[in-house]
């Protein structure tokens, strides 16, 4: 019986993509080892390309997948958004993935794209520090973008914000206007943004003066509700509190719930800035102050840079960091006007 392309994956013990890419000399992401395991077994085996065979496995489906964290946190449609537009300009579909950030949910998503033979994949990992799955599709010659969480690796394309910087604008923000009590609510601090968000707090703080108090400080995990029990412990444990930065606008709004059922008024007893700039932060009452995640543009940049991976065409750089933009808006004043 003839050697096949899925008996020479098997030994290799590659994917189907990998052994196809070597051999239509397409080896982009493929080690020099493993290219060199194939083309050996391909000889020994006396394997013969079946033209057909072929033509399935590299054609191309001209869909990518994109596999997100969170639906219901409006930040992620805006970067599906410009994913979409994007892969529609390039005549690409979107199979869009929701894992509730479960590493399980994510790589049953990984296999699930990989039957589709989806071109590729963007990813925001729940779990960037846990990411040998990825790595395998990277070794797999699978393109792959990441997202807004980024995983430190030489091999991986990314498009992020930079987060430190944004948590150093919001609590230099607040300091400006005189306030020292600053608490910080982060994000799960397993996601790297989340980290580098604390870390732009506590420069600011130490850029000015202002010792870093941990009580200051709750690990919340991006959504509403960890904004409210945040805020709950940072007024039941500091009295003297004046403002809270909170590393989403999410928690920033359950903050605003807290706040009020503890009878202070915003900004007037107690300033609030959030992050990332989703609509909803410009129809709260008071319009939420925060920092500007370019979502859209960050989808629209990221569907640009694989689909030229995909296409084999030449990719300029391989990590983009775009800039934050601190927004003020009305739920920030200065500790003077207030009464607290
Ligand atoms: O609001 C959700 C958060 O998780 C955003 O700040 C985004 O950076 C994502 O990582």
């Known amino acids: 019986m003839a050697v096949t392309i899925k008996d020479i994956a098997r030994l290799a013990n590659v994917s189907v993509t990998t052994v196809s890419r070597v051999i239509n000399n397409k080896p982009e992401g493929v080690s020099e080892e493993t290219r060199q395991k194939?083309?050996?077994?391909?000889?020994?085996?006396?394997?013969?390309?079946?033209?057909i065979a072929r033509g399935l496995v590299t054609k191309k489906t001209k869909t990518i997948g994109l596999i997100i964290p969170d639906i219901s946190n409006p930040f992620f449609p805006d970067i599906a958004r410009g994913v979409e537009d994007?892969?529609?300009?390039?005549?690409?579909?979107?199979?869009?993935?929701?894992?509730?950030?479960?590493?399980?949910?994510?790589?049953?998503?990984?296999?699930?794209?990989?039957?589709k033979y989806v071109d590729g994949i963007i990813f925001t990992s729940s779990v960037p520090s846990d990411y040998q799955h990825i790595m395998e599709l990277v070794r797999d010659g699978v393109p792959i973008v990441m997202m807004d969480r980024r995983m430190e690796s030489e091999e991986i394309y990314g498009v992020?914000?930079?987060?430190?910087?944004?948590?150093?604008?919001?609590?230099?923000?607040?300091?400006?206007?005189?306030?020292?009590?600053?608490?910080?609510?982060?994000?799960?601090l397993k996601v790297k943004n989340a980290r580098e968000r604390l870390e732009g707090y506590k420069r600011a703080l130490l850029d000015n003066g202002i010792e870093v108090d941990e009580r200051l400080?709750?690990?919340?995990?991006?959504?509403?509700?960890?904004?409210i029990i945040g805020t709950e412990k940072l007024l039941n444990d500091n009295k003297d509190i004046t403002a809270?930065?909170?590393?989403?606008?999410?928690?920033?709004?359950?903050?605003y719930k807290t706040i009020r059922?503890?009878?202070?008024?915003?900004?007037?007893?107690i300033s609030v800035v959030g992050f990332d700039d989703i609509l909803l932060s410009q129809i709260m009452e008071p319009q939420l102050t925060t920092i500007r995640q370019p979502a859209y543009d960050m989808g629209l940049t990221?569907?640009?840079?694989?689909?030229?991976?995909?296409?084999?065409k030449k990719v300029s750089k391989k990590i983009i960091i775009f800039k934050p933009q601190l927004v003020i808006r009305q739920s920030t004043a200065s500790v003077d006007e207030g009464v607290f």
């Open 244 to 255: 809270i930065f909170a590393c989403n606008d999410l928690m920033a709004y359950g903050a």
């Open 38 to 51: 194939i083309l050996k077994l391909v000889k020994e085996l006396g394997y013969q390309p079946n033209a």
């Open 86 to 115: 994007s892969a529609h300009i390039y005549g690409y579909n979107v199979f869009l993935c929701n894992t509730d950030d479960n590493l399980e949910k994510e790589s049953e998503y990984i296999r699930a794209l990989k039957e």
């Open 217 to 227: 400080i709750f690990e919340g995990d991006y959504k509403i509700n960890s904004g």
């Open 261 to 269: 059922s503890y009878g202070y008024k915003i900004p007037d007893d």
């Open 302 to 312: 990221a569907a640009r840079m694989l689909i030229k991976l995909i296409e084999g």
């Open 160 to 188: 992020f914000i930079d987060n430190y910087e944004g948590g150093y604008l919001a609590t230099k923000h607040l300091i400006d206007l005189g306030h020292r009590k600053i608490g910080c609510i982060t994000g799960p």
